[in-house]
């Protein structure tokens, strides 16, 4: 019997492709045991930890999970609070308790708090086995956002957009002068004191969103903000 | 006359294919997407979702659901114009591929929501569901979907007694002997088929060979689909 790995570590996989022989590792999620080979199961990157074999996705679309704080639209106001657009598979329920400290009195309008069209910093705190979302407003940072622009991103980069403790959004909130807020859901909120910051902004995550599995990630994004003429910390 | 159909129309061995040509991302606005071209045949896929599912009464709570759309453009086919919207063919071919590309992804994580396919060809020149579904399984790849494999997909048959592998309109339309047209999807990993259709008559001797020779050419176009989606991360490396 064989035991060996049949990719590199942070080599690109596809759906079907044979990972490892043998017992000698583990499948972790994306992939499947099939008599004695590892089979991946989904688009990504792999990336081996001891034993273990892990995929990270490369496409998709955000999963809800309890906690994550993301970037929402209202799209509808009920009788008992909003419905928020999360750019998942799922919308989700702000109810009226969670999304404001205030005394509501009933039949109050709903709208004075968030609109329909507004984009809220929100987080997750409960998701059902069926997916149903429930956020909050009731914790550090949770607002509404005034101003800015919002962009798009594939929510597998956000931990790259990130950064090992925010160190990537940080150098770039200090490069371009601009405020970031960035969801897991991969909405993106940004707000500089000039347009043509927030446009340095814009072109630096898209860069990050694009190279994000090629190793070197920092030093380029480094490079291309001084090319911009921007001051980076560290140089 | 004995056997006549010594060589194919426009020159290739029996079981080679046409040249095929595969990329993936080519529609930014979907969530994934993919051209396969097999010869003159070229098929676009774009795969929007998991998304929620209206109206209600279609959601699964248990799983997501898999919707498929095959549709030919009104100036596809080779000189009629193909009457646009649906129709009884394109319906059919909508549902076997969702048949032939649904043992493979799994939407177990999505309850009540649905991913959609859409399958244009700007070009056909037989084997229009088979490119298709090529087209189909590497746009849901790239979209990120859980699924165990990628589906191949390839028309085999015999013209005039001869097995071969590919039919173009040519030879699907061979009128100096019997044809069979028998367009297969094959899962490479198991084996399994799914997709299995047939126009014209066959031997069962003949049939059989037939379906061996789609076993052997089908991992070859998996071996394209694949590069194909590795290209798109790859590119980027070489800046």
Redesign the interface.
């Known amino acids: 019997m064989t035991n060996e790995l049949k990719v590199k570590d942070k080599s690109?996989v596809?759906?079907?492709?044979v990972i490892a022989e043998g017992m000698n590792y583990l499948p972790g999620p994306?992939m499947?045991r099939?008599g004695n080979e590892i089979?991946s199961?989904?688009?990504g990157l792999i990336k081996i930890e001891g034993k273990v074999i892990k995929i990270i996705?490369?496409?998709?679309?955000y999963?809800p999970k309890r906690g994550d704080v993301i970037i929402g639209r209202v799209r509808d106001v009920n009788f008992s609070g909003w419905s928020i657009e999360t750019n998942s598979?799922?919308?989700a329920m702000l109810s009226m308790k969670d999304g404001s400290n205030d005394y509501i009195r009933r039949g109050a309008d709903l709208t004075k708090y968030f609109n329909i069209g507004d984009y809220i910093v929100t987080k997750i705190y409960n998701v059902t086995?069926?997916?149903l979302i429930d956020l909050t407003m009731k914790g550090p940072g949770l607002k509404k956002l005034v101003g800015g622009r919002i962009i798009k991103v594939s929510p597998?980069k956000v931990p790259r957009i990130i950064g090992k403790q925010g160190s990537m959004v940080s150098m770039i909130k200090r490069a371009t002068n601009c405020n970031i807020i960035v969801g897991q859901n991969g909405i993106v909120w940004i707000k500089g004191v000039n347009p043509e910051d927030e446009i340095i902004t814009v072109k630096t995550i898209k860069k990050i969103e694009?190279?994000s599995?090629?190793s070197g990630l920092t030093e380029r994004i480094r490079t291309f903000l001084s090319k911009k003429g921007r001051k980076v910390a560290g140089e | 006359m004995i056997m006549v159909y010594k060589k194919r129309i426009d020159g290739r061995k029996f079981d080679e294919t046409r040249k095929i040509e595969a990329k993936v991302g080519v529609i930014k606005n979907a969530?994934?997407s993919a051209l396969f071209k097999i010869g003159k045949t070229t098929a676009y896929a774009a795969v929007y979702?998991?998304?929620?599912l209206y109206p209600r009464f279609m959601q699964n709570?248990e799983k997501?659901l898999l919707r498929c759309n095959y549709n030919m453009l009104p100036f596809s086919g080779s000189g009629d114009r193909v009457r646009p919207g649906p129709s009884r063919r394109s319906k059919e071919i909508s549902y076997v591929t969702e048949n032939a590309l649904l043992p493979?992804v799994?939407l177990d994580?999505?309850?009540?929501?649905v991913v959609d396919v859409f399958i244009e060809l700007p070009q056909t020149d037989a084997g229009s569901r088979c490119a298709g579904i090529c087209a189909a399984s590497m746009a849901l790849?790239?979209?990120?979907?859980?699924?165990?494999?990628?589906v191949g997909a390839v028309a085999v048959g015999i013209v005039d007694g001869q097995v071969v592998v590919d039919l173009n309109y040519d030879e699907e339309s061979y009128d100096k002997g019997d044809v069979a047209d028998i367009p297969v999807a094959i899962i490479?990993?198991t084996g399994e088929f799914t997709l299995l259709q047939m126009d014209g008559r066959i031997k069962k001797k003949d049939f059989l060979k037939a379906l061996d020779a789609a076993k052997k050419i089908v991992p070859k176009i998996?071996e394209v689909?694949?590069k194909a989606?590795?290209n798109k991360?790859?590119v980027?490396?070489d800046?």
Request: proline share 9%.
């Open positions: 690109v596809v759906p079907g492709e994306g499947y099939k089979i199961s989904q688009l996705p490369l496409s998709g679309k999963l598979a799922y919308g086995s069926q997916n597998s694009k190279e599995h090629v | 969530d994934g979702g998991p998304k929620d709570p997501g493979v799994n994580n999505f309850p009540n929501a790849a790239d979209a990120g979907i859980v699924m165990k494999d990628l490479p990993s998996i689909q694949r989606l590795k991360f790859e980027k490396n800046k």
